[in-house]
């Protein structure tokens, strides 16, 4: 009975040294060692790559802006309206691309680090796949070096030069506009601007002393005008025939109209058969399709300058 005794008691206490055999708690605390110190160094990765991105990404925008500015001017080209001064869509196109040039590249951002996190339920293999990748993560993040600090361009001077040449264009194909088949009343209201024009008036078909008014390949419309530069004292003038349109070009000079190039330049072409000769019609300059001419009395320094004069008036944009 003894012997029963101690037998049970002996495999009593045996099942409960079992029992109490303590868990294994390395792979726990590797992983957590691990895990702390991996991020630590991503948090502080992350944090010193902030300032990188933000410049990044204002260089991105500052690109984006300023590629606005380029896709406006291209438009405008792109419209294919034809300008008073050729040259200055010649220089809104090296503009464009002198200021695409300039643009810099935008730095590729720098990722961040996710941080770990873990159960401590988990089983030994997954705690030591965790180490592993905690261990490998944190050697990434040391032998990292972040690029030297970028800056942001300023473009406000490449933007100054696309807009005043995208603007310079649009004004000079207004310009052109305004000398292709103008009205009769904008001709005299931009002749007013210059001073030595005294007097203006304008041909009607029952005043026209050329009869060409309208008819084809004719004139739309002419204005007379008289200069002060001009002695009408040693003008030939017909008794009853001292106004503006009578005394024709002699007395300043007039703008013919027309209502094409072709027209006006036939136009210049029969003109240009006098010059030179006792019948010399003066100074004589197709614009648009409008005919500048100034009378023979007038010196060529005179004719030159009072030419250009019109002409300034005749493509200002107010």
Not at 156 to 167: N, P, R, T, V, Y
Request: glycine share 6%; proline share 3%.
């Amino acid at each position: 009975m003894k012997r029963q005794i101690v037998l049970c008691l002996t495999i009593v206490l045996a099942f409960s040294n079992v029992g109490c055999k303590k868990k294994d708690t390395r792979p726990l605390e590797e992983a957590n060692n691990a895990v702390a110190s991996y991020n630590q160094k991503a948090t502080e990765y992350n944090a010193s790559i902030q300032s990188f991105n933000e410049i990044a990404n204002q260089i991105e925008k500052v690109n984006t802006d300023l590629q606005s500015y380029i896709d406006e001017a291209q438009k405008v080209i792109n419209n294919g309206e034809i300008a008073f001064d050729e040259s200055t869509l010649g220089e809104l196109k090296n503009v464009i691309v002198s200021v695409s040039n300039s643009k810099v590249s935008v730095p590729e951002r720098l990722n961040q680090y996710e941080l770990l996190t873990f159960d401590s339920e988990a089983d030994k293999e997954t705690l030591e796949n965790l180490i592993s990748k905690a261990n490998q993560g944190s050697q990434e993040i040391a032998s990292k070096r972040i690029p030297e600090m970028p800056s942001v361009p300023d473009y406000s001077e490449e933007i100054g030069e696309l807009i005043e040449a995208k603007d310079n264009y649009e004004k000079s194909i207004q310009s052109l506009k305004q000398i292709t088949a103008p009205s009769d009343e904008f001709v005299m209201q931009r002749l007013q601007r210059v001073d030595t024009i005294t007097v203006i008036d304008h041909v009607t078909e029952d005043n026209d002393p050329n009869g060409h008014l309208n008819k084809q390949g004719g004139y739309i419309g002419t204005v007379y005008f008289a200069d002060s530069q001009v002695d009408w004292s040693k003008l030939f003038i017909k008794e009853g025939k001292d106004d503006v349109i009578s005394v024709g070009t002699d007395g300043g000079g007039a703008i013919e109209i027309y209502s094409n190039v072709e027209d006006a330049t036939k136009r210049d072409e029969y003109l240009a058969i006098f010059d030179g000769g006792i019948l010399a019609p003066g100074s004589h300059y197709v614009y648009g399709t409008c005919i500048i001419r100034t009378s023979d009395e007038l010196t060529a320094s005179q004719q030159n300058e009072l030419t250009k004069k019109i002409l300034e008036a005749l493509i200002a944009i107010d």
